[in-house]
């Protein structure tokens, strides 16, 4: 039995809801076996479609600037023997670790992404919950961004944009109606 108020799954005999508090009126029925629904709303198919595609740039960036970093770490090591080679050396390595780092961190997050993108898809309930942790991390990263030293009207405007997406896709995702899909 669900919460009508909260969409919170309840045990049978409860008179209030232990989430939200609403009372719970018990309405006989007869028994239909609960099934997922076979046609899938518009807003999880928009969501999940832009959850993968985003998860597939943000891998594919970590992916680029991975091979960058490589390709970094080779000049370095050729650069040792050059006159100022060992001082410059010096100072691509932990540049160069630091931008790897942050290339493995944008693949795993790619990767994330991808991964709840399916879950929201196929209307499972840890997608709705992976999505919704992506969103708020994208939404810090959106503000991280707008603290950078190249920021410009057109990156603050996009990156508004940006948290506006983010923010409305989790208000989508947390509604009730939503999230008893998710659950049945």
Sequence with gaps: ?????????????????????TKIVEIETTAVPI??????????????TYTFIGGILWSL???????????GFGIS?????????KKLSSLMGPGLFFFGLL????????????????????LI???????I???????????LSLIGTHVTVWSILLDLIGIGIDVAIIFYLLQPKVKRVFTS
């Design 77 to 85: 090591e050729e650069l040792e023997g050059g006159l100022f080679g």
């Design 35 to 48: 099934t997922k629904p076979t046609q899938k709303n518009m807003g999880i198919i928009i969501i999940s």
């Design 133 to 143: 942790v992506c969103y708020a991390i994208g939404i810090s990263l959106y503000f």
């Design 61 to 71: 960036g970590g992916i680029l600037v991975l091979i960058a970093t490589s390709v």
């Design 125 to 131: 309930e840890w997608g709705r919950k992976l999505a």
């Design 103 to 122: 290339g493995y961190l944008a693949l795993f997050y790619g990767i994330v992404g991808i991964t709840s993108a399916y879950g929201v898809f196929n």
């Design 1 to 21: 039995m669900f919460c009508p108020n909260c969409g919170e799954m309840v045990e049978e005999g409860v008179v209030f809801c232990p989430n939200c508090g």
